[in-house]
């Protein structure tokens, strides 16, 4: 019988290669540092964890819960915009809880999409901003993020124009654009001015923006970052995706948020209310401690990642490896080093597991403009980053750069 229609569309998932590669190291008994994949490795905050035991102990919370999110944790969301980013937000009309935010773009997708919709996307991009949308029966058109040898205002006008000719040359025209900054897998920051361009561009095209600020708690040498819903008017055509589990190291417990245009909260509250009945309510009281609790273990939090930062990017700088350091994010965006670049990003990242024991994420995984980079998560503490730097600066050294397969794919190290 044939593959499914929506199946055939989902290619294999490229980091799962490398996932088995990793899976056998380990087997062999390597001692793998693993920098693959953006899951926090540090508890939550304990007043949050006590606040869970605390809520579950009750016996009345353990019934399906309110899809659209407790109405306590969709008001710590609107305080949470109001301190943060002086947004207003009506919790009944304006936002609704999601089972992370990944499942909640998957269903916005699904609740706004029509077959053969064009969607607007990030290339790279964090991979459910593509696929919730192809799942959905959209055709997409990327809009490519990396590459640029730039400013930052080089870089609005290189994205307004890609936006530009993505609208007139795309039939139909575009439902919507989505956008990420902090941007994962590139790091990249973005400033209010470029929301209000945006905006202003959305609005006269008639076209929805979807934003993913699922990193705008994860700054280090930049103004903390801005949402699209600051930009007077946003609201008209934008929502935005937030999420607790990097600002909060909450990533199991599944809770994010969409906030802004009431058209699109709906729609998405619409598709919930039929495939969900919301998180389990002590995770809800819980997430509500969160956002309305004391902050400092953010800036806590904050700090360790910008740490780990600078030992992984002075490390691997001195190991020969010039990567810029980002500025927000919990990742490294990192170019192969030139001798290596030939081989493309899958088969560098296969290379370093194998020769240095170090496990890293193939650009190319996040989609085609990604390919020439790797991306390495600040997951692992500094004592294993400075052990993956050790590894790294061995291998390199050891590798003649004249003896280096020409073909892609003969990795003949
Ligand atoms: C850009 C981006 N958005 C959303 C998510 C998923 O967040 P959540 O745990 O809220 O589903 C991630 C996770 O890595 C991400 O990188």
């Given at each position: 019988m044939d593959e499914f229609h929506k199946i055939k569309r989902l290619?294999?998932?490229?980091?799962s290669e490398v996932n088995q590669l990793k899976a056998s190291a380990r087997q062999r008994g390597d001692d793998v540092v693993d920098f693959?994949?953006?899951?926090?490795?540090q508890p939550p905050p304990q007043h949050v964890v006590d606040k869970m035991t605390e809520a579950v102990q009750?016996?009345?919370?353990?019934r399906y819960s309110n899809s659209r999110g407790i109405p306590g944790l969709r008001r710590a969301l609107a305080g949470y915009y109001e301190r943060r980013f002086g947004v207003e937000l009506?919790?009944?009309?304006?936002a609704i809880v999601t089972l992370g935010s990944k499942e909640g773009l998957a269903n916005l997708a699904q609740a706004i999409t029509s077959p053969g919709d064009v969607l607007l996307v990030p290339n790279?991009?964090?991979?459910i901003h593509a696929f919730g949308f192809i799942i959905a029966g959209a055709a997409l058109r990327h809009l490519p993020m990396a590459g640029f040898d730039d400013s930052e205002g080089d870089f609005r006008r290189e994205f307004m124009r890609q936006l530009e000719r993505g609208v007139r040359h795309s039939v139909p025209k575009p439902l919507a654009v989505v956008v990420n900054f902090p941007?994962?897998?590139?790091?990249r920051t973005v400033d209010l001015d470029f929301y209000e361009e945006l905006v202003d561009f959305c609005r006269h095209h008639g076209i929805y923006a979807i934003s993913d600020?699922?990193?705008?708690?994860?700054?280090?040498?930049?103004?903390p970052p801005p949402s699209?819903?600051?930009?007077?008017?946003?609201k008209d055509v934008a929502v935005e995706f937030s999420s607790l589990s990097k600002t909060y190291s909450?990533?199991?417990?599944r809770i994010g948020f969409c906030a802004g245009n009431p058209k699109l909260v709906g729609a998405l509250a619409r598709v919930k209310s039929y495939v969900d009945y919301g998180a389990f309510t002590p995770i809800q009281v819980a997430a509500t401690a969160a956002l309305n609790g004391p902050q400092d273990c953010v800036d806590e939090m904050r700090a360790r990642y910008r740490s780990r930062r600078d030992v992984l990017i002075r490390g691997l700088q001195q190991a020969g490896w010039e990567v810029p350091s980002p500025?927000?994010?919990?990742f490294a965006w990192a170019p192969i080093p030139a001798a290596f670049r030939h081989l493309g990003s899958l088969d560098f990242s296969k290379l370093l597991l194998e020769k240095a024991q170090v496990a890293v994420s193939p650009g190319?995984?996040?989609?085609?403009?990604?390919?020439?980079y790797v991306r390495l998560g600040l997951v692992e503490n500094e004592h294993r980053t400075r052990q993956a730097i050790r590894n790294i600066k061995a291998f390199l050294r050891k590798v003649d750069p004249e003896e280096l397969p020409s073909e892609r794919r003969e990795v003949a190290l």
């Open positions: 290619p294999p998932y490229v980091f693959g994949m953006g899951n926090p490795d009750k016996p009345g919370v353990h009506d919790p009944e009309r304006e790279p991009s964090y991979p941007a994962n897998p590139t790091t600020i699922a990193y705008s708690e994860l700054y280090f040498d930049c103004p699209i819903l600051q930009v007077p008017g946003a909450m990533p199991g417990w500025e927000a994010s919990m190319v995984g996040f989609g085609e403009y990604g390919e020439g």
